[in-house]
């Protein structure tokens, strides 16, 4: 079945820093890709999504680019602030499904520091 | 904005004691969701439903039943508390299910703690 693979937390950066989190998916066909955030004591919010190989999601100076032939929607971000502290969780809705078939990753938690 | 609101935050429960998880939304949504995340796993779907009076199972039923009286609540009923329960809980909803444009909006989420 379908299934979403994130690199384990915490990772830990300074302010400013370059982040990148891996995620990688094994899936038939073409999924739509998501990127989650939870901050502390807040609900997941959708960050990013991208429908299509090739796609670039971008929000917030996050960005990710749907990459089919390595199975993979890494998050990165140039340059990290504090208030980036949060659990990002990576997922993949299904060819021809709805959110009721979203499988997510395990979520992967950044501590940034001043 | 409330969005989807979860209640209780937090909660303890004994071994075979009952409770509702309650989840509303203001959004006019016809899809919910109810996902349960357990440490170190991603979130696992409990039940959805596609609109008032109609629900289903997702991956891990068990244990739960939902119901959908109005289009904006959709309460998680846990009738014998277990362990196995402990979880943190969250309610989503959507206005479609499908469509590229289409976005899930969760609420906080609920801690339960079975002992």
């Known amino acids: 079945g379908d299934s979403v693979t994130q690199m384990e937390g915490p990772v830990t950066l300074s302010e400013e820093a370059f982040l990148t989190i891996n995620c990688t998916y094994t899936?038939?066909?073409?999924?739509?890709l998501f990127w989650y955030v939870q901050y502390p004591g807040e609900g997941l919010q959708l960050l990013l999504k991208?429908?299509?190989?090739?796609d670039k999601g971008s929000n917030k100076g996050f960005e990710a680019t749907y990459r089919k032939e390595t199975t993979s929607f890494h998050l990165e971000k140039g340059s990290v602030q504090v208030s980036d502290s949060a659990v990002y969780f990576c997922a993949l809705r299904g060819m021809n499904t709805g959110f009721q078939k979203l499988v997510f990753g395990t979520g992967t938690r950044l501590l940034v520091s001043p | 904005n409330a969005g989807v609101t979860q209640t209780p935050k937090f909660r303890i429960l004994k071994i075979g004691q009952s409770m509702t998880l309650q989840c509303t939304q203001d959004m006019n949504h016809n899809y919910m969701y109810w996902y349960r995340q357990d440490p170190g796993m991603g979130l696992k779907l409990i039940y959805y439903?596609?609109?008032?009076?109609?629900?289903d199972k997702g991956e891990v039923p068990n244990g739960y039943n939902v119901s959908r009286s109005t289009t904006e609540d959709f309460p998680l009923r846990l009738e014998l508390a277990a362990p196995s329960q402990t979880s943190v809980y969250f309610c989503?909803?959507?206005?479609?299910?499908?469509?590229?444009?289409?976005?899930?909006?969760f609420g906080q989420g609920t801690r339960l703690t079975v002992v």
């Open positions: 991208a429908t299509k190989a090739d």
């Open positions: 989503a909803s959507s206005y479609s299910t499908t469509g590229a444009n289409t976005e899930a909006f």
């Open positions: 899936a038939t066909g073409y999924p739509s």
């Open positions: 439903s596609v609109g008032a009076g109609i629900t």
